[in-house]
T-cell receptor, first 113, second 115 residues
Framework: ELKVEQNPLFLSMQEGKNYTIYCNYS?????LYWYRQDPGKSLESLFV?????AVKQEGRLMASLDTKARLSTLHITAAVHDLSATYFC?????????????FGKGTLLTVNP | GAVVSQHPSRVICKSGTSVKIECRSL??????MFWYRQFPKQSLMLMAT?????????EQGVEKDKFLINHASLTLSTLTVTSAHPEDSSFYIC???????????FGQGTRLTVV
């Protein structure tokens, strides 16, 4: 059974600081996703990572994937208040007949002025 | 990206009644749709996977007679919560994909409150 561990679960940081969220998974997977969720809202897709060594950047967020280590990171650069949200990684489980996603527990990010 | 529309966004119902939630793919044909439930401050938990024209596959611990899923067309899946109880109150989210290991797109979610 695929397990996805995300840490930290809670992250409070000051504006302008850098930090990294980690996502470890237990079995081989074809792809990994990062999502953002604002309170009361659904998921917003941030990144899709498809191969070992993949790195994608959008604004102050950068995601990377190391399939050998089964590790993905979401790096936040010079945080701003607007980045406050819950961030989820999700790993595609292709072991069965359907390609379903297993989610991490999420990281609640609070960026303080 | 592709658009998935979920309706209603909020619903309040009385205990013992049934509620239907719709999930539509607006600009693509969705071979597979997924239904998730999210309790406050928790992650998304997959409830079931539905493939067009066949019976849904439910995750362990999800009652198939309580959460009825119908995927009658390539653009519509429905989740019916039957005989709802307060413990069924949750945020229900659907996602849809075109099939074959492609990206899934999420609906806006439905906040169900059972009183």
């Amino acid at each position: 059974e695929l397990k996805v561990e995300q840490n930290p679960l809670f992250l409070s940081m000051q504006e302008g600081k850098n930090y990294t969220i980690y996502c470890n998974y237990s079995t081989t997977s074809d792809r990994l996703y990062w999502y953002r969720q604002d309170p009361g809202k659904s998921l917003e897709s941030l990144f899709v990572l498809l191969s070992n060594g993949a790195v994608k950047q959008e604004g102050r967020l950068m995601a990377s994937l190391d399939t050998k280590a089964r590790l993905s990171t979401l790096h936040i650069t010079a945080a701003v208040h607007d980045l406050s949200a819950t961030y989820f990684c999700a790993v595609m489980d292709s072991g069965g007949s359907n390609y379903k996603l297993t989610f991490g527990k999420g990281t609640l990010l609070t960026v303080n002025p | 990206g592709a658009v998935v529309s979920q309706h209603p966004s909020r619903v309040i119902c009385k205990s013992g009644t049934s509620v239907k939630i719709e999930c539509r793919s607006l600009d693509f044909q969705a071979t597979t749709m997924f239904w998730y439930r999210q309790f406050p401050k928790q992650s998304l938990m997959l409830m079931a996977t539905s493939n067009e024209g066949s019976k849904a596959t439910y995750e362990q611990g999800v009652e198939k007679d309580k959460f009825l899923i119908n995927h009658a067309s390539l653009t519509l899946s429905t989740l019916t919560v039957t005989s709802a109880h307060p413990e069924d109150s949750s945020f229900y989210i659907c996602s849809a994909e075109q099939g074959g290991n492609t990206e899934a797109f999420f609906g806006q979610g439905t906040r169900l409150t059972v009183v």
